[in-house]
């Protein structure tokens, strides 16, 4: 695994998989002078060509870049970078990605052009949203995507999730799970040295539905949008389960249970 001691540490953070309270962890432990949120097309963050238009010198200066970016940054940085991320169970990740989208209707600042087709699939049910392909982005394998930086946007192949594996290996320190939020909290805490305490849960949706209270033709259709992602997804958790075999699995429940007592305080 790469020495971590001068690198700049690139968070590609997936929508909807618990990335907002990982970013405010991570925001807690790096400078802001030293932070990058990149964040194309949201309003208040930097887009691409805010990056584009950086100097060598300040690329140096920033050791962590956060954003809704897919894997690929390293290659317009000069020194040494690692990736982490989170993942979720894609069945999960879509529903609540169809509610994240609805939220569009309430926010006034989003009532631009540019959140066209969120107000159009706003007002859709979950089976329009997703078999219509109107953000398939989003909602087709839109994990194997992030990760293996797949073109064109919305459409993936068992190619990019061969390399979306490859890259999982090769260039991320650690690989969480949403449904394992406080485990992969340890670990980053461990691979980094960082010293994380307690984090409350940022930008979770108050009142959707889950897998659970959805037809089984909802989900299924889901599944059939995602199967790359599912398979990405079990994956991720092989590699996830190698990484606790790694640790000291007394002291690193400790380490769990404590943090969990740290953030219910």
């Not at 970016?69 to 989170?86: D, E, N, Q």
């Not at 890259?167 to 994380?196: A, H, M, P, Y």
């Not at 979770?204 to 599912?230: C, F, G, W």
């Amino acid at each position: 695994m790469p020495n971590h001691d001068n690198e700049s540490l690139i968070f590609i953070h997936i929508g909807k998989t618990a990335g907002t309270t990982l970013r405010a962890i991570l925001q807690d432990i790096y400078n802001d002078d030293e932070t990058y949120l990149l964040y194309p097309g949201e309003p208040g963050y930097n887009d691409f060509n805010d990056f584009l238009a950086l100097s060598e010198e300040q690329k140096e200066g920033i050791k962590l870049f956060c954003g809704h970016i897919a894997y690929g940054l390293h290659r317009r940085l000069s020194g040494p970078t690692t990736y982490i991320t989170v993942l979720r169970d894609p069945v999960e990740r879509t529903i609540s990605n169809y509610y994240e989208v609805k939220k569009v209707l309430k926010q006034q600042q989003k009532n631009t052009p540019l959140y066209g087709d969120f107000h159009k699939a706003a007002r859709m049910d979950i089976e329009e949203f997703i078999s219509s392909g109107i953000m398939s982005y989003l909602t087709h394998n839109h994990q194997v995507q992030m990760v293996a930086n797949s073109r064109p946007m919305g459409q993936c192949s068992a190619a990019d999730l061969a390399k979306a594996k490859e890259n999982l290996i090769s260039s991320f320190s650690v690989v969480g799970l949403t449904e394992r939020f406080d485990e992969t909290i340890v670990l980053l805490r461990k691979r980094f040295g960082w010293s994380i305490r307690g984090y409350a849960n940022k930008n979770v949706a108050q009142q959707r539905s889950r897998a659970e209270d959805l037809p089984k033709t909802t989900l299924e259709l889901i599944r059939e949008h995602n199967r790359l992602d599912m398979e990405l997804y079990r994956f991720a958790e092989e590699l996830f389960e190698e990484q606790l075999a790694k640790q000291d699995a007394v002291a690193f429940r400790k380490e769990v249970m404590e943090l969990k007592e740290m953030k219910a305080s």
